[in-house]
């Protein structure tokens, strides 16, 4: 008779799976605390989500009003903090959330107003933050066009002028590169940008790298 063996794995396997479901809620939980989720129901097409992947649930940030005009491009941990860009104004309220914002006691903050074009991309790199994508005149500086750093009060200028929008940032070995409809199409930054291999047909979306090697 099999029936005291089979009982005993059906015991383990339900033991398993409320295991990990008091897991999946504790990391849900910490999410929670980390990023102040509200715990509204998803239903704007212009809210943030963050998901419960053990259930498949997906829950809201707070802070987008409703019928915000609100794109997301992108989403990174700076510093431990959640940081998002793309098309927005005032996000949360904060009147310097234009473009990109990050997430700091439960409500979103900014950096500098941004009024024209979307920030698309954005990277860390020398422990400053680089920002890229169809805005000009970041900050005021009529340079900052597509690229700009933010030097802990305002957004400037990064080498040359650019002069047409950038889709990607990347931070490899220590250097940083750019991507996109610019005119070197893939370019890295020394004294100022420099083109990286020959030129590329069309634009340029995505970027990334495998050990040594650039991947367009």
Request: with cysteine; charged share 20%.
């Amino acid at each position: 008779d099999q029936s005291p063996m089979v009982s005993q794995n059906f015991s383990k396997v339900i033991i398993s799976l409320l295991f990990s479901r008091i897991i999946a809620l504790i990391i849900l939980q910490a999410l929670w605390l980390s990023f102040g989720i509200n715990g509204q129901q998803a239903t704007s097409g212009s809210e943030l989500y963050i998901s419960d992947q053990a259930d498949g649930y997906w829950e809201a940030l707070g802070g987008v009003p409703p019928g915000a005009n609100t794109t997301i491009y992108e989403s990174q941990i700076i510093d431990g903090k959640l940081h998002v860009s793309g098309w927005f104004d005032d996000l949360g309220g904060d009147p310097n959330a234009d473009r990109i914002a990050y997430r700091e006691d439960g409500k979103w903050r900014g950096f500098a107003p941004l009024y024209n074009g979307p920030v698309r991309t954005f990277v860390q790199w020398n422990g400053d933050l680089y920002i890229g994508g169809g805005f000009t005149d970041a900050g005021g500086d009529p340079k900052a066009d597509y690229v700009a750093r933010w030097n802990g009060n305002n957004w400037e200028h990064v080498g040359s002028r650019m002069i047409h929008e950038v889709y990607c940032l990347l931070e490899h070995r220590g250097h940083l590169y750019v991507a996109g409809s610019i005119h070197q199409k893939v370019a890295i930054l020394e004294e100022d940008w420099v083109r990286v291999g020959s030129a590329l047909q069309g634009n340029v979306y995505a970027l990334t790298a495998y050990r040594d090697t650039l991947i367009a």
